[in-house]
């Protein structure tokens, strides 16, 4: 039993190390930029510990510096974390019924810890599963809070080093190219976002996603996916 | 300058909304699965809202350079080149970053 246990968090811990390897980093830059953004270290670590959504961490930094409203962060946030609402599809049998245990990886559904969960056997015990995503969250916290340290002792940043959002972008997307079956979705969000940018630049991203939801509403169905029932 | 009462807010409302949308297929799952639109919406969107994230990104940032979107291409593409061939996100995000502070301060 103790055997087959230290097995088990063995393999815990080898999921969760590419994790850290991205998570620290990246965690770090959104501490860095928040606190050189003029917020204090643990206002980033309480951003980490709550909201847990890179990319949409990423965009707050300037929109709170700007003074935006609520509202239209809420609203930014919805559209950066659509693509979080059909994680949960796959993963509807797969979740622990501990109700402490499922909402906590609800909670905690990232990118990174989605596609760790999905490439777990089925059967997982629950602890295990909990275990890695509380892992993933631990190294997204601790990257936070080095860069808030960091951020708050540098004087002269750097311009640039919010590249490192447009990065994971590119870095998300082509995995969703590699894993997509069909290359429309990449013609329509280019086409959308032009169409969009020329008739209301500021507002070209969410018009661009209203226009791709009516694509993909209206085009037909692509011939290897045909599987409806 | 961030003013902390109204950023404390901010988060809970992004923290309300982020956790609403993970919990979407959990609270509606039978309704959900059976309808074949969101079906296909859940294989079409994904590619398509990451593709929109990356160029309004670019985009955005390519705004505030004064020399043009140059930089931000050269580093996108150095980012998806070494994530197509490597497989490696930190690496890519890591070198595309550091490519675009270079360009970005000489």
Known sequence: MSEQTRTSFKSVLTLSVPVAMGYIPLSAVFGFLFVQAGAPWWLAMVCSVIVYAGAAQFMMVPMLAAGLPVATIAVATLVVNLRHMFYGLSLLHKLPRNPWARWYLVFALTDETYSVLTTLPAHTPAWQMVSVALLNQGWWLLGTLLGALIGAQAQVPLVGLDFALAALFAVLAVEQWRSAHDARPLWVALLSYGAAYALMPQQALLMAIGLSVLAATLLPAPPCAQTHT | ?106
């Open chain 2, 1 to 106: 300058m961030i003013d902390t009462p109204s950023a404390l807010w901010a988060m809970l409302a992004m923290a309300a909304v982020t956790f609403g949308l993970r919990a979407v297929p959990f609270l509606a799952a039978r309704w959900l699965r059976h309808h074949p639109l969101v079906q296909r919406l859940g294989r079409f969107l994904p590619l398509a809202i990451m593709t929109l994230l990356l160029v309004h990104t670019l985009v955005g940032s390519a705004r505030d350079n004064p020399h043009g979107p140059w930089a931000e291409l050269a580093a996108a593409a150095l980012a998806m080149v070494l994530q197509w061939f490597k497989r490696q996100p930190l690496l890519s995000i890591l070198a595309g970053t550091a490519l675009y502070v270079v360009l970005r301060n000489n």
